[in-house]
Nanobody, 127 residues
Framework: QVQLVESGGGLVQAGDSLRLSCAAS????????MGWFRQAPGKEREFVTA????????AYADSVEGRFTISKDNAKNTVYLQMNSLQPEDTAVYYC????????????????????WGQGTQVTVSS
């Protein structure tokens, strides 16, 4: 079993920045893609960004393109989400996810493509 633990959430003001981290542990798995999703109250979980295992491919939701950056440190089994210029509409619980299959060059957008999920970390942006 793989465990994903997110950290770094909090309460910030509009225009501020936050960096989320997601540390993977447990059963060693090979080369997964990693993604970030978010869910606001009353809304469905939505894709934010993803990165292939190699880091060569990334994908971003239109709503965060240019403001958020995903990165990873394979040696530490950790993926990061740098969030700049945060807006109230970014308020949500942010979830880290990992694929169960090897994904050297593919960064999936669909939640169904991921088999492991973290417990989530709350990000609240005040206006």
């Amino acid at each position: 079993q793989v465990q994903l633990v997110e950290s770094g959430g909090g309460l910030v003001q509009a225009g501020d920045s936050l960096r989320l981290s997601c540390a993977a542990s447990g059963r060693t798995f090979s080369r997964p893609a990693m993604g970030w999703f978010r869910q606001a109250p009353g809304k469905e979980r939505e894709f934010v960004t993803a990165v292939s295992f190699s880091g060569s491919n990334t994908a971003y939701a239109d709503s965060v393109e240019g403001r958020f950056t995903i990165s990873k440190d394979n040696a530490k089994n950790t993926v990061y989400l740098q969030m700049n210029s945060l807006q109230p509409e970014d308020t949500a619980v942010y979830y880290c996810a990992a694929t169960k299959y090897n994904s050297d060059s593919y960064a999936p957008r669909a939640p169904a493509g991921y088999g492991y999920w973290g417990q989530g970390t709350q990000v609240t942006v005040s206006s």
